[in-house]
Structure formats: C-alpha cells, structure tokens
C-alpha cells in the first residue's frame, strides 16, 4: 500500500493544523472519500473536505459513486462533492489544504481521489505546488459545478444506466474510462462478473444468535449491529479488498453501503461508520422490526438464506439479495 503517498498528502497537513481540504481530481470514488474521513477521524481530528469532480462531464458518473456521493454529503457535515457541467472536461489533480482559511499547502500531480491511487500498489506522484494558485484554481471552477445531490445534477451528469455500457466487459470499462467503473443491474451481466455466495448459517443449518446477523443481540450492544460472515474459502483469497481498504456495495434494491473487512483474516464485512447499518438494512429486507433478533423461519419465509456479491472492481461491488 502506498501509505507514504497517502500520509504525506492527506494526513500529515491536518496534524500540522489545516481544517480545510479543496480536491480537484479528473476521477474520484465515494469509498475513498469515506476511507479518508475515517482515516482523519481517527486521529481525533476534525476537517472539511470540498471535492470536485472534473472528468465526469465526458465520461459520466457510475451510479455507485453518484449515490455514494450523495450519501456522505447528506450524512457527514463536513464533506460536500460537485460535478463539473460544463466543458471542457479536467483531468487535473490538485490538492489545497487551507488552514483558518488561508492556503497552507498545496500539491498536484497524477494522484486521482481514488484508493487505487493512493492505498494500493499503483505508481503515482505528487509534489508540493502553490497552495494560493491551487486555491484559485479551485474557485474559478465553482461556477461551473453543481452539487451531487443537487435535484438536477442528474441532467447535467450522464450517470451509467444505458444497456450498452453495462454489457462491456470490465476491460473495455478500465481502458475507457480510467478508474470510473460501471454497474451491474441485469442478470446478463451480472453473469461475466466474479462471483460468491455467503451463507447466513452455520455449518449445522442454524442461524447464530449473538454473530452475523445477531451479533447486536448481546448485553451491551446496540441490537441491530451485524456483519456478514465469510468462509475460510472466500477470506483467503483477493475476492475482497484486503483489510483497512473500504469499498462501495450497490443493492439489489438500489442502495448503496460503505463496507470494510474486519476480524482476524478479515473474515467479517462490515459497515465501518455504523456497524448498525447492515442489521437495519437486512432485518428491513426480512420484514423483521428493528432491534429483534432474525430466526432461521424469518430467512425461510424471505425465500434465501445467502447473499450474494458480485465484483465490479476493488472498490465497487453489487450485493444480491433478491428472491
């Protein structure tokens, strides 16, 4: 992983005291700009990041990362995203950091917003530059942006739905569209995707009640935490993101959550901000009431006791939990 690149850009400069982050970056995931704020919450710090997102005017936007978006500007105070509308697209990556709003520190370079740019094993560089000049820079595009969850943002953003893009192979998506991935709602594509399937049992028939998806039904312990169990045969392979990475799950029913590995071996999917989220989600899913432990009858009557993920990229993943 390439922690240097990570800690000496978006790191190192909060511990020096800056507060505020402008990001201008040609491509950018929803799952790297939550595995940063938890990476500075962590430290016991607290920023405001602005991020703008300057290729998708051309290329359009994965429907993952557009809700993704969304979904951290609405629930995190301190991050807000915007889309470039207007061309000419950019592919610029600038980084400002201000500190009580004057620029502290800048850098630019090839770095995209992206994980696969920063925590994993793929050469980038970024040097210092001007921060007043990245600081203008920034300001001279605001003009020409509009909010992710801005109720037009849609009309300006191409968001990936058409059958067409959806049935190129994930090749042809990388090769096009650099790191922007696309997403996988039909079962015909769905099919050329790596694929596994998780049970919710034991290996007696039984569904646990104190782990997986009763792991809250403990003294203690908020009651609708859960994580999902996975095999032995599944945590010992790159199927998933090694630990510490996060990444973004797209539903079957069209929402999305921020997952992470945990666990010795990085045997449990988590939902990292609020381990709470995935018992809500399924127990919702099942027709059970928040807070109550799930049975085995509750998976019997839904139709399936698994969950299925099928991968689009390290980063981005399609959760199958239909009957």
Not at 224 to 237: R, S
Not at 251 to 261: G, P, S
Not at 266 to 289: D, M, Q
Request: charged share 20%; aromatic share 10%.
């Amino acid at each position: 992983m390439n922690d240097y690149l990570f800690n000496e850009t978006l790191i190192n400069p909060v511990t020096e005291g800056a507060d505020k982050l402008l990001i201008i970056s040609g491509y950018a995931t929803s799952a790297m700009a939550f595995h940063h704020l938890e990476s500075i919450r962590q430290i016991n710090k607290s920023i405001e990041i602005e991020l703008i997102v300057g290729m998708c005017v051309q290329d359009g936007l994965s429907l993952t990362n557009h809700k993704g978006f969304q979904k951290l500007s609405n629930d995190a105070a301190n991050f807000q995203c915007s889309y470039l509308a207007q061309r000419p697209p950019i592919h610029s990556k600038v980084y400002v950091w201000l500190k009580n709003n004057s620029p502290f520190i800048g850098f630019t370079g090839s770095a995209n917003y992206t994980q696969n740019a920063f925590l994993r094993v793929q050469r980038e560089v970024l040097a210092e530059c001007d921060a007043k000049s990245g600081l203008e820079y920034f300001q001279s595009l605001i003009a020409e942006t509009i909010y992710c969850d801005h109720q037009d943002a849609e009309n300006f953003v191409q968001v990936y739905r058409e059958r067409q893009n959806l049935l190129k192979s994930r090749q042809q998506v990388i090769a096009e569209r650099e790191e922007q991935l696309e997403e996988v709602p039909d079962l015909e594509t769905l099919s050329t995707l790596d694929k596994v399937c998780v049970s919710f049992l034991d290996r007696n028939g039984d569904l646990p009640q104190t782990s997986g998806l009763n792991w809250g039904q403990r003294k203690g312990r908020e009651p609708n935490q859960a994580y999902i169990k996975l095999p032995a045969e599944v945590y010992h392979t790159d199927f998933f993101p090694e630990r510490t990475i996060h990444f973004t799950v797209l539903t079957d029913d069209n929402k999305v959550l921020i997952c992470t590995r945990a666990q010795d071996n990085g045997k449990a999917i988590h939902t990292p901000h609020n381990n709470s989220l995935l018992g809500e989600y399924f127990r919702n899913r099942l027709g059970v009431p928040n807070g109550s432990p799930v049975q085995t009858n509750h998976l019997a009557a839904y139709g399936r006791h698994d969950v299925c993920f099928f991968k689009i990229d390290d980063e981005t993943y399609f959760m199958d939990f239909s009957v």
